[in-house]
């Protein structure tokens, strides 16, 4: 008997501690509420995290503008002699061969019949340029001008195999590799 009193006395005890430390019902709803607020904020926090797909859209943005090359198109003409269409565009003076290239590709998927005439600078006068240009005239000022700014052409170009839309070299831009420059695009 004296083992069952020291259990019962125990229990008896253990339950005196319980009750000493009942908190209000109240007390212990608010607990139940904050922490279930925490938990709700973390799920929702999990479910509908856009931030991560905001870094990734904000990466891909700067990837695409990195990817950009810049160009100004400076207008759009027609070379009766050679039955062709040209556009003259301008690029950035330190474009890198690969930006070149790049833009060649771009141009030519947007627009897989335009010949274009890729420049590093606006010809003072575009209009005589065009001229120039469109009847293969003999401007040594333009011709000049064309041996320091022309940069490159994308042309339709004759090869043994057949036609070659291809990215050619002009002018005397010597700082690019030709070889790596002249592609087939």
Known sequence: MGK??????????????????NFPVW???LIILISLGGCVACINKLGNDESGDQVKETEQQEKEEE???DYEVLGEYRNEGLNTNWTAITVASDITEEELVELARKLHSENSEMRYNILDAKPS?????????????????????NEKH???????????????????????????????ISVDL
């Open 4 to 21: 069952t009193n020291k259990k019962a006395e125990a229990v008896n005890s253990t339950q005196s501690e319980v009750k000493k430390k």
């Open 125 to 145: 006068s575009f209009s005589k340029w065009k001229k120039t240009e469109t009847e293969n005239l003999i401007n040594e000022s333009i011709n000049n001008w």
């Open 67 to 69: 990817d950009n090359v």
């Open 27 to 29: 007390v212990i709803v």
């Open 150 to 180: 022309y940069i490159a052409i994308i042309n339709l170009m004759f090869h043994k195999d057949g036609n070659k839309w291809q990215l050619v070299p002009m002018g005397l831009k010597t700082e690019f590799d030709w070889d790596k």
